[in-house]
């Protein structure tokens, strides 16, 4: 790590530069390339220190004198409460001994074995959407047709979550995620899926199924620390939201970027074993968690000369990580053919993405099937008038009007 340099009248970078929209925020190159850190103002109402470079990034992630107490991204939500009590089944927000222990109680859900036995269904999800898409008439909404179906559907299927009932937790998720909505809506819609889960995991607390919350009971059962319904709730809506949000915008987003890089795409079209080197190339390149992860500063940490006090906050700048050119050569070029797979799309350390697994087999699948199944996809309205998610935690694209040749 590099010494500090204080500067609290800079404001944290929300904006993405100008000119590209698969461009993380402006500034960040600026704040790779300055000696010593720098300290910025967030939307949150408090400064915090902003670690930009990959290794620097990596660093923070493992170190066990951070918190992440907060949500994720609290930071850029204005005026959050940042000490608000943390439910004790908030698996993004609890530390230590307690996050192991819920983090060992799913790690067997999400191991590389168990995702690759729904490998054959997810390709049986994506080929039905596919289907759908070639029967209709006209130009459709990508997002709305497959990109946030395939994901919400795997996600429901393995938690045990009626998919009849997605409306429930699709909208209210969009509010969750959101940056710039009132602090009474956010609460409201936050009860109403609580509500919601709470039916839904009490019932399974009675009638044991064969799906992930069902499990979850036994398992902790089993091992004489019962979950209460109160944590059962907060990890069913955590896996549920990050389920879906983040590969649904990833889906939309990469076409997005595939279709403006027309011999990127066609690579990938010719040769579908590209496909699992081209999602890490993808998820590196675009870095949906645009805001960076939030966290406490629990001890005082010394850093050249100077030290970043506890009390204090930091941002680890994920997306700023992934495009540092002493780790990914040329990084704001899309390169399918990368071996890019140690980006910080995911996360790092205790707090890495537990659903990681999933997401990368989900995208292998579009990525091989949609754009050999319709080669001759395109906008269907010009690249202008597409609106990006620029409030949200995770970015993607609003919709994505697309057609083909028929």
């Known amino acids: 790590m590099t010494e500090t340099t204080e500067s609290t009248q800079t404001p944290f970078p929300a904006t993405r530069a100008s000119g590209c929209p698969f461009d993380p925020a402006g500034g960040y190159s600026t704040l790779r390339e300055t000696e010593g850190l720098t300290k910025v103002s967030t939307p949150a109402g408090v400064d915090a220190w902003v670690f930009s470079r990959y290794d620097e990034v990596r660093s923070v992630l493992t170190d066990s004198r951070l918190s992440s107490r907060s949500a994720p991204s609290a930071h850029v939500v204005p005026d959050a409460d940042l000490e608000r009590e943390v439910d004790s089944g908030?698996?993004?927000?609890?530390?230590?001994?307690?996050?192991?222990?819920?983090?060992?109680?799913l790690t067997s859900e999400f191991t590389v074995k168990r995702v690759q036995a729904m490998r054959p269904r997810i390709q049986q999800l994506i080929d039905d959407h596919l289907d759908a898409m070639l029967a209709s008439e006209g130009p459709v909404d990508l997002v709305q047709a497959f990109?946030?179906?395939?994901?919400?559907?795997?996600?429901c299927e393995l938690l045990g979550v009626p998919y009849a009932d997605r409306g429930e937790f699709q909208e209210r998720s969009a509010v969750l995620v959101s940056v710039d909505r009132p602090e009474e809506e956010v609460m409201q819609v936050s009860d109403e899926l609580s509500e919601y889960m709470a039916g839904?995991?009490?019932a399974k607390m009675a009638v044991r199924e064969d799906d992930l919350l069902s499990r979850l009971i036994t398992r902790a059962e089993d091992q004489g620390q019962p979950l209460t319904v109160p944590e059962l709730v907060s990890i069913?809506?955590?896996?549920?939201?990050?389920?879906?949000?983040?590969?649904?915008?990833?889906?939309?987003?990469?076409?997005?970027?595939?279709?403006?890089?027309?011999?990127?795409l066609e690579a990938l079209r010719a040769d579908p074993d590209l496909a699992p080197t081209a999602v890490e190339e993808m998820l590196r390149y675009l870095t949906v968690i645009q805001f960076g992860l939030f966290r406490h500063v629990m001890e005082d940490i010394p850093i050249g000369d100077e030290t970043i006090k506890a009390g204090e906050y930091l941002v680890a700048a994920i997306s700023s990580g992934n495009r540092d050119d002493s780790v990914f050569p040329d990084p704001d070029q899309i390169d399918l053919s990368r071996k890019a797979s140690a980006h910080l799309a995911?996360?790092?350390?205790?707090?890495?993405?537990?659903?990681q697994q999933l997401a990368r087999v989900e995208l292998q699948e579009v990525y091989t099937r949609l754009y050999r199944r319709i080669p001759t996809l395109r906008l269907a309205v010009p690249f202008e008038e597409i609106k990006f998610k620029d409030n949200t935690l995770v970015y993607g694209v609003v919709a994505l009007p697309v057609t083909w040749d028929r």
Do not use: W
């Open 147 to 155: 990109a946030l179906p395939i994901p919400s559907l795997v996600i």
């Open 90 to 105: 908030s698996i993004l927000q609890v530390d230590g001994a307690h996050h192991v222990r819920l983090r060992r109680l």
């Open 346 to 355: 995911f996360g790092f350390g205790p707090h890495q993405c537990l659903g």
């Open 236 to 264: 069913a809506i955590t896996l549920l939201i990050a389920g879906h949000e983040t590969t649904a915008n990833m889906i939309g987003l990469s076409t997005l970027a595939l279709l403006r890089d027309p011999e990127q």
């Open 200 to 202: 839904l995991v009490t």
